[in-house]
């Protein structure tokens, strides 16, 4: 579907799965970890490889998912993200990074899905030639 891979950042290993399953179904290539350590050194190691960052705000110890896309939008400005929350939708305002969607918990998979298809495909249309 895309030429990169959906980092999804998510504490709970049971919606982590249930994502990851339903967008690997939906043709995207899923790169799933549990916390914010992990999805900045995933993304650090290749950044590249990250077409775009779906992650629960709260995340564990460590960075928050206000954290790590700011990091990773540090080097990819355009990167797509979608942030999920069941409780910090409100702070998105000010804490989210621009041109980012917040879905909130509890959602229905067609909602991250859509989301995605139209960051990537808003991203898709800035980059082709004009």
């Keep these: 579907m895309n030429s990169g ?26 790169i799933a970890v549990y916390k914010g350590d992990n999805a900045i050194a ?4 290749n950044p590249d490889r990250v077409a775009a960052l779906l992650t629960d705000i709260r995340i564990g110890e460590g960075p928050t998912g206000w954290d790590v896309a700011r990091h990773m939008r540090t080097v990819n400005p355009s990167l797509p993200v979608i942030y ?33 298809a139209n960051l990537l495909n808003s991203q898709a249309g800035l980059a082709a030639p004009g």
Excluded at 105 to 110: D, G, R, W
């Design 42 to 45: 995933t993304f650090d190691r």
């Design 84 to 116: 999920m929350s069941g409780d910090g939708a409100e702070d998105w305002p000010s804490l989210g990074v621009p041109n980012s969607l917040m879905i909130t918990k509890p959602f229905v998979m067609p909602q991250i899905i859509t989301g995605l």
């Design 5 to 30: 891979a959906v980092l999804v950042v998510e504490d709970e290993s049971l919606i982590l799965l249930d994502i990851e399953h339903s967008l690997r179904e939906a043709g995207f290539e899923v």
